[in-house]
């Protein structure tokens, strides 16, 4: 899986390239808002439309991109941010670690053979509601104020299930083509 943010204009000219370099490829785009970037504030998270004529509601997905040697007071910034997340009460969060990754204008950087020490990305997931998610990205913003990239976006579905939780469902709320997030 590759994921990439950035302008129409850059994106537009990555993706003849990267569907050349596969055999089959599957792409989507999303609309996603950058809320910070390297410590910098520069959109809070978008508000997103009301319910639609069904009365389904758009959940909000906040995804911090950071290196996996990435701090906040000693402790790795993915862990932080699940524990304090997770004692906040937010609906959910997880931590995926990817391979290889850049951002900006740092050099590409990942997995090599015979390394000791990992220099891969990790991205942090948050899902929440809308309501929810003004606490939540304040706990983000809080935790990464010296790095990461910071994004958010609109989902139109979450289904949790577990041994004491049930919640959500799979119908998807309306598609609103005009919200500019």
Sequence with gaps: MVLSVGSRECIGRALPVIG????????????VRVCKRDGTLLADPA???????????????????????????GRPLHGELIR?????????ATALRGQWGY?????????????IQRHVPVL????????????????VDEITAQTGL???????????AGPDVEHGGLRLAEARPHWAG
């Design 150 to 160: 910071v994004t958010s976006e609109l989902v139109p579905a979450l289904r949790a």
């Design 124 to 139: 942090t997931v948050v899902l929440d509601t809308p309501a929810n998610m003004l606490r939540s990205f304040a706990i």
């Design 84 to 92: 304090r997340l997770r004692r906040e009460g937010s609906a959910g």
């Design 47 to 73: 508000e997103p439309p009301p319910p639609d004529s069904a009365g389904l509601a758009y959940w909000q997905k906040l995804v911090v991109y950071a290196g996996g040697g990435a701090r906040h007071e």
């Design 20 to 31: 050349g370099m596969l055999r089959a490829p599957l792409m989507t785009l999303e609309r």
């Design 103 to 115: 951002h900006g204008d740092h050099r590409p950087h990942g997995e090599r053979f015979w390394s």
